[in-house]
């Protein structure tokens, strides 16, 4: 049974760099590819970025702003995030899929981020 973990959230100063975490069990981690995504309130849950065997991509306002990285060892999956704004308050979830799959199959309980300006 897949298990995705988030950590790191909590308040963060406007302009500000933070990072999130996320760890997987129950799984082989170099079979699943990993991503961040966001749900910020009354709204929508959306792609932040991903990593697999491929490489890794940003999309949107994360693109140039939030890095993607991981430490197989540790079977984690990192996000980095700079220049904070109010934008970025949301809760913040991990998601894995197979890397066979089309669909992110498994998702973590989530983190919640909020930057005060």
């Known amino acids: 049974q897949v298990e995705l973990v988030e950590s790191g959230g909590g308040l963060v100063q406007a302009g500000g760099s933070h990072t999130l975490s996320c760890t997987l069990t129950?799984?082989?981690?170099?079979?699943?590819?990993m991503g961040w995504f966001r749900q910020p309130p009354g709204k929508e849950r959306e792609s932040l970025c991903a990593?697999?065997?491929?490489?890794?991509y940003c999309l949107g306002s994360a693109k140039g702003r939030f890095t993607i990285s991981k430490d197989t060892a540790k079977a984690t999956v990192d996000l980095q995030m700079d220049n904070l704004t109010s934008e970025d308050t949301a809760e913040y979830f991990c998601?894995?899929?197979?890397?066979?799959?089309?669909?992110?199959?498994?998702w973590g309980q989530g983190t919640q981020v909020t930057v005060s300006s």
């Open positions: 129950g799984g082989t981690f170099n079979n699943y590819d």
């Open positions: 998601g894995a899929k197979l890397s066979i799959s089309s669909t992110w199959d498994y």
């Open positions: 990593i697999s065997w491929a490489g890794t």
